[in-house]
């Protein structure tokens, strides 16, 4: 399948997936277009402080499964009445039916010490791996595939998991994978969990001019 | 003008950019398409943590040069004899030149408090905001404009300037408008500051494997 890739398509028909993976695999060449669009991203002082891990073996899913449930119920736990009634209702990740998990890194060493533009910001760096995080979820789209960022899980369980080292910060557990569609309404919006707001409430010029909606 | 929009083209196409602003201005239209791009990022529990200033007002504009330059000269103090050279001849800003700023927030109250997704990983929030930023810069970039994200300056002086509340955090000031050319490579590679890794350096497959070069 060609990639269909006008921008600003792709940009609003991107979903976050959670039950729509078919459990189908990814072609290694689309693999790879997605993970050049990820690392073509822009970063603080061209430092490109980002690292790919792509986790396919199952025991290592699985286990990384059965803690995210767990984290789920902790959060659960939060919750009151309506709130704890819609979320038993909402599925929070694919890990097992996506074809691929894609751990994301940020490594502040690259190119330290120096780093231009982040003497005065430390999370310079951070931001640049999100940036590359979208790009690599519009590639992916635009490829056919769904993705899904799971964050219910805790960093040094992650690190442990995958050998990753101390000072590394993992950033995202991204489930890629095709998809029987993508749904025209985010999930926590068809839920009842929350709404998007519109696009005014957020923009503001020349002064912040209030909180918006929501 | 059309935006030109293939997904993989603008993603390689995309420069962070300093010295080619013309001066020129930004359509309401463009500005909108850009905005609401945006605004269509994935965020945590569809929290949608983002606000957006346009500045536009000169005086403003010039308050935050003045500053982002003094910032330059404190990342130059900590630079010995060949960065220093290099640095000297690096543009770090095109705050005047750019037709407007957009100045990208983060408010962590949005959709508080039990936002989904976030209980274990408080940053969640702030990765949302970024993945914003990166539909915006490419949104801009198929709109046939530059955006060149400026970090030399303290958060706090960003909030008196703008009038944006301490509990939000600013996370970009982005230099939007039109350009006379996108460079074919970073302004870093070019000035010798730091070079692109290859897409393999980055990448691990089921475990991290020792960090990529540079």
């Given at each position: 399948?060609?990639?269909?890739?006008?921008?600003?398509?792709?940009?609003?028909?991107r979903r976050d997936v959670r039950a729509e993976f078919t459990g189908g695999?990814?072609?290694?060449?689309?693999?790879?277009?997605?993970?050049?669009?990820?690392?073509?991203?822009?970063?603080?002082?061209?430092?490109?402080?980002?690292?790919?891990?792509?986790?396919?073996?199952?025991?290592?899913?699985?286990?990384?499964?059965?803690?995210?449930?767990?984290?789920?119920?902790?959060?659960?736990?939060?919750?009151?009445?309506?709130?704890?009634?819609?979320?038993?209702?909402?599925?929070?990740?694919?890990?097992?039916?996506?074809?691929?998990?894609?751990?994301?890194?940020?490594?502040?060493?690259?190119?330290?010490?120096?780093?231009?533009?982040?003497?005065?910001?430390?999370?310079?760096?951070?931001?640049?791996?999100?940036?590359?995080?979208?790009?690599?979820?519009?590639?992916?789209?635009?490829?056919?595939?769904?993705?899904?960022?799971?964050?219910?899980?805790?960093?040094?369980?992650?690190?442990?998991?995958?050998?990753?080292?101390?000072?590394?910060?993992?950033?995202?557990?991204?489930?890629?994978?095709?998809?029987?569609?993508?749904?025209?309404?985010?999930?926590?919006?068809?839920?009842?969990?929350?709404?998007?707001?519109?696009?005014?409430?957020?923009?503001?010029?020349?002064?912040?001019?209030?909180?918006?909606?929501?």
């Amino acid at each position: 399948m060609q990639p269909e890739g006008d921008l600003y398509q792709v940009i609003h028909r991107r979903r976050d997936v959670r039950a729509e993976f078919t459990g189908g695999t990814v072609d290694r060449a689309v693999l790879d277009r997605i993970l050049a669009a990820a690392h073509a991203a822009p970063s603080v002082g061209l430092s490109q402080p980002w690292d790919f891990i792509v986790v396919t073996r199952d025991d290592t899913r699985r286990r990384f499964r059965d803690h995210v449930q767990a984290e789920r119920s902790v959060f659960a736990a939060q919750l009151d009445g309506e709130r704890a009634e819609k979320f038993a209702r909402i599925k929070v990740e694919g890990i097992l039916e996506s074809a691929l998990g894609i751990v994301v890194t940020y490594d502040p060493d690259r190119g330290a010490p120096a780093v231009l533009g982040r003497h005065a910001i430390a999370d310079a760096g951070l931001y640049s791996v999100c940036l590359a995080i979208q790009n690599l979820w519009l590639a992916a789209t635009a490829e056919g595939l769904g993705v899904g960022w799971v964050s219910f899980y805790r960093e040094d369980f992650l690190r442990r998991l995958l050998g990753i080292p101390a000072r590394l910060r993992p950033v995202a557990w991204l489930c890629v994978g095709p998809v029987a569609e993508l749904a025209g309404t985010p999930d926590l919006e068809r839920t009842g969990w929350r709404e998007r707001l519109p696009a005014q409430a957020v923009i503001h010029y020349d002064h912040y001019s209030g909180p918006g909606n929501g």
